[in-house]
């Protein structure tokens, strides 16, 4: 009799522990994921912090944490994980009542983009390990990897050669609040611009002179359309890479830039567009915009969006082209740009040594970038 008092209290405690786990296992038990830093560059190492918190008494013995991501982040400890199309990782805990851990992981971003992990599966047993109970919960959390700006000898000399023509077309302005001087009156000269107590005094017109103000902006259109057999990711890639690097040198300079393209970005479905600014935090909004490029979505046709951006707003701007193809409707459509009286300056990526055809009207405005192997 006391063999089957003992198994029936034994069973009676296990079904009880059951109930229990089932019912309350999940309650008070917080689980995070948050990647440290907001956004890094290709090739640099980034850190996820993986939190479970188990805010009541009842212990876990045995807590699953799954999640997957874009096998683009690469983690350095591969215990518990398999990478496919995606990553997935599967970390166990063992959590006492009222108990916190906190796990970093490590990993590199090792292709541009905007990756995210949208939600998390947690699967947890009872003390014997008899049941597993399930749930999903969903998650915000994300990271950018920029595009790493463009470097090489040849782009480092093409941007030190133009950077005096770009200096020297900025339009100039006068500053009414900068007083110069006091010059003789022109007949271009306007009326308001008479010092008249200056006049009364010589006798003779004269006019304030006011110092300038340099405005200038510059403009990047990049276009990735690549429908050709052999594709040319790497020219893809190494197109928003000069873009990136083209911005960056002219922001620190405080020229305004503005940033149009046709890749699509995976958050809008829309075309980008960086409207011009100088602004602090203008190079981040460029970079964001590069990384949430996705070069596996069709893109829109070039001239179809930014071709009256591009002849409306022309005035005073110096305009960049970056694009490693040279399709009959965009050479067409730098070609009107030119005959429009406009100057432009092609960054031209290439995987090899061989120079791309372009017609020979064209070759004086467009820099060959040979990729670097």
Known sequence: MKIIGTGLIAFLLFVIQKVVYERLWNRHLRVTLEFVQP???????????????????????????????????????????RTTDQYYRNDV???GGGERITRTLSFIGGKRGYYEIKGIDLLAGDLFLTTVMIERRN???????????????????????????????????????????????QSYDDIRSINWKATARTEDLKVNQKNYTALQTIRIFFNIEDTG?????????????????LAE????????VAC????????????????????????????????RIDTDRLVVSF????????MQEAKETMTFFVSPNAYESFVKQISEYHAAGQEYIWFYPVRDRHEPKLPAEMKRYVRVLHLVK
Not at 249 to 256: A, D, K, N, P, V
Not at 260 to 287: C, F, K
């Open 303 to 310: 001239s179809a969006v930014f071709g009256h951006r591009l």
């Open 260 to 291: 149009y393209g046709n890749g699509t970005d995976v958050m809008n479905g829309e075309p980008v567009q960086v409207e011009a600014s100088a602004g602090s935090g203008q190079m981040e909004r460029i970079y964001k915009a590069l990384a």
């Open 249 to 256: 040198y002219y922001l620190t300079q405080g020229i305004r």
């Open 139 to 185: 998650t915000d959390c994300h990271i950018y990897v920029y595009p790493k700006p463009y470097e090489s000898r040849e782009f480092w000399l093409s941007l030190q050669q133009l950077n005096g023509e770009v200096l020297t077309r900025r339009h100039l302005l006068e500053d009414p609040f900068e007083f110069r001087g006091i010059r003789e009156y």
């Open 93 to 95: 805990f063992q959590v």
């Open 39 to 81: 956004g890094i560059f290709e090739g640099e190492a980034g850190e996820l912090l993986e939190v479970v918190e188990n805010q009541k008494r009842l212990p876990l013995s045995m807590l699953k944490v799954k999640f997957q991501t874009s096998r683009h982040l690469v983690f350095s400890d591969m215990s518990g994980s």
């Open 229 to 245: 057999v052999l594709k040319k990711a790497d020219c893809v890639e190494a197109s928003l890479q000069i873009v990136a690097g």
